[in-house]
Structure formats: C-alpha cells, structure tokens
C-alpha cells in the first residue's frame, strides 16, 4: 500500500518568489508520481509526472519537481511564481504492477495563494 | 486531448432522492474512477472500474453503487442520498498510468 504526505496545507507566497511545496510518500514497491493542479471551482489537470528516467520531470508552465527515491521525496518548485498560480496542488502516487496498477493516492493537497 | 465530461457542473438535491452521477471519457480508457473531494480531506476514491460491467470498491463506497454499461460511460448511483453526500464528485479515466479528470459536480443535499 501507499501513502502520501503533504507537508503544508497552505503556502503563501508573493508574486515572483520561489516557492517549493512539499511531498513525501510511502510505499513498498515501485512508484509512479504526479503532481494535479486544481484551479477555483474546475478539476484536477495534470501538471507533471514521474514514471521513470529523468528523476527531474518540468511542466509547460514552469513548475518542476525532483524525484528522490532515498528520501522518498517528489518535492514540486518554482523559481518565479505569478498570480494566476493561485490554486490547490495535489501531489499523487500509484504503485506500479500488480492489482492495483493506475489508482491514485493522493495527499490532502497544498493551498498556493500568490500575493501581488 | 483526452475529453472526460460529466453531466452536471451543479447540482441540488433532497435528502431521500435518488441521484444519478455521469461521467463519459472519448479516448476509449479502460479504466474509470468516481472520488470525492472534500475540503482537508483531499480525493477518496468511491468506486473504479476496469472494464465493462466490472466494478471495485474504493475507500468509501458506503451509500454509492455505480454502473458501466458502456466502455465510455462510467455512472456513480446515490441510492438515497443524505445531507453528509454533500461534497464535489470527481470522475477520472486512465488507460494505464495517467488519470485525467472532469469538471467535477458540485453536488448539494438539501
């Protein structure tokens, strides 16, 4: 089984910071790794992913995040962030085989509030 | 770019009524998801499915069923639904390692 934690229910940030939102997980296999944006009042969208490679996967829009398997980390960054960054992250985990193969635990998500 | 809908973006209901849930994906997934999104709780998955007429519990599926009759339409069931269904429904479909969701339902329980 896994687990994911997400360290910060909410980050406040102004305008062009850097900010880094933080996601530790937990499991006894292989992962996959995701990291979901959800904007006010719509769904979840995809920003990135971790399957395998590269333990450094970037978005179009600037986000990246490192996959660290020792300290079982997927930490999500941003050099510069704007205002329409504002929103809720979702960092996610699936265990690769098995029965289970494609469900998703997600963490409990971060609140990113950009202030100008 | 692949396309999941779901049939309402909001919707209020009374406690007792039966509520129907639709969530329909164009990129011929065999895998479909119904969660929940509750503030602080983060997504709980109710049901998925990996194939046609096939159906899994998640973590909560306590007061749901749902229905897949079709490859492309996933349904979620709320058999009689009471004030603590109130909560934002999300549906998601994968072919093997990535979900994409919905718009999501804001469903409200009167």
């Known amino acids: 089984a896994q687990s994911v934690t997400q360290l910060d229910s909410q980050v406040p940030v102004f305008e062009e910071a850097p900010v880094e939102l933080r996601c530790n997980y937990s499991?006894?296999?292989?992962?996959?790794l995701f990291w979901y944006v959800q904007y006010p009042n719509q769904g979840l969208q995809l920003l990135l992913k971790?399957?395998?490679?590269?333990?450094l996967v970037e978005s179009i829009n600037g986000f990246e995040a490192e996959f660290n398997k020792s300290q079982t980390s997927f930490h999500l960054r941003k050099p510069s962030v704007h205002i329409s960054d504002t929103a809720e992250y979702f960092c996610?985990?699936?265990?690769?085989?098995?029965?289970?193969?494609?469900?998703?635990?997600f963490g409990k998500g971060t609140k990113l509030s950009v202030k100008p | 770019d692949v396309k999941v809908t779901q049939s309402s973006r909001y919707l209020v209901k009374r406690t007792g009524e039966k509520v129907f849930l639709e969530c329909v994906q164009d990129?011929?997934?065999?895998?479909m998801f119904w969660y929940r999104q509750d503030p602080g709780l983060g997504l709980r998955l109710i049901y998925f499915?990996?194939?046609?007429?096939?159906?899994e519990k998640g973590d909560i599926p306590e007061g749901y069923s749902v229905s897949r009759e079709k490859k492309e339409r996933f349904s979620l069931i709320l058999e009689s639904a009471s004030t603590n269904q109130t909560s934002m429904y999300l549906c998601?479909?994968?072919?093997?390692?990535?979900?994409?969701f919905g718009p999501g339902t804001r469903l409200t329980v009167l």
């Open positions: 998601a479909s994968s072919s093997y390692d990535t979900q994409y």
């Open positions: 499991s006894s296999v292989s992962v996959y």
């Open positions: 971790y399957l395998s490679g590269s333990t």
């Open positions: 996610a985990v699936s265990g690769v085989g098995g029965g289970s193969q494609g469900n998703l635990i």
């Open positions: 990129m011929d997934h065999e895998n």
């Open positions: 499915s990996y194939d046609v007429k096939m159906k």
